[in-house]
């Protein structure tokens, strides 16, 4: 794992940034939702949030030679008002990533030749398309005052894919085995 160009590097470290603030965001709004009395969109939160972790991991690790410190700018939500609002939030960032910080990125480093960014910023894009549904999902449940079903949440650990129900057999994002996604 390596990135050599400056400005690749700069964009591992903002989505790393912006990763690391949704992983903590998420936590804050699903043990908002737990607290209202939305225990399912609680632990969708609880999941979208590991898998925002496993996102952020992979953007550090790529980065593992560059070191030393670094001020990083990353886009941020905030907000902590009630669950359709929170959720909002939720959609938004996620919409940001999907059409406009992740697709630049994806370029630059597919332009400046870098393989393992490429995979980094390719595993999360993809993850989160299903973050953006799956949010919307909750979000039309909680404005009709309804929770989630009570089924599980699967997330892949290697490239933060999320599914609702059953894990598949092989992660269509990595091809990594289903039974070792961790379940929510
Ligand atoms: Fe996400
Ligand atoms: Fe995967």
Known sequence: MSVKNAMTADFLRSAYGG??????????????????????????????????????????????????????????????????????????????EIEQMYPVYLETAKFQNE??????????????????DLFKKAQNLAKEGKDMADSKFYVCPVCGHTVEGEAPDKCPICGVKGELFKEF
Do not use: C
């Open 19 to 96: 990763e690391s603030m949704a992983h903590m965001r998420y936590l804050i709004w699903g043990e908002a939702a737990e607290k209202d009395g939305f225990p399912n969109i609680g632990r969708l939160f609880k999941a979208v949030s590991y898998a925002e972790w496993v996102h952020a991991k992979n953007h550090f690790t790529v980065l593992k030679e560059q070191v030393g410190d670094y001020t990083v700018p990353a886009g941020a939500v905030f907000g902590l008002t009630n669950i359709v609002e929170n959720l909002q939030g939720a959609i938004n960032g996620e919409l940001h």
């Open 115 to 132: 393989k393992d960014a490429q995979r980094s910023f390719h595993f999360a894009v993809e993850a989160e398309k299903q973050h953006a």
